[in-house]
């Protein structure tokens, strides 16, 4: 594509989007929004709230208004592993990576090939 083709194929989307923005522009739906949003924004600041608190406000059920369970420090529970020693065919279970016996297979075989044997 020559360069003018391209220029005019530009110049063309943009007085298509232009347009567009003219006809939101004179939207009265969009107009009462912004309004809203304006004279919304204006009561946060003058009563020091932020998006948060009036959500926990309006709508209590809402989780924007509670902690969530990361945030109050309460983790989920480890899943068990189960990693089975295809040499021996002695089986470990863990939630965590600080099992005695992992650790030994670990050094001895190396972390990948352990992992492998996770089933």
Known sequence: MSKLAEFRALEQQLAAQLAELDALKKDDGLKKEMEFEEKLRALMSKYDKDLREIIAILDPQTKAGKLSKQDSGARRP???????????????ETKGGNHKVLKAWKEEFGADVVESWLQ
Do not use: D, F, I, S
């Open 78 to 92: 480890r899943q068990v592993k189960r990693y089975k020693n295809p040499k021996t065919g002695e089986v470990v």
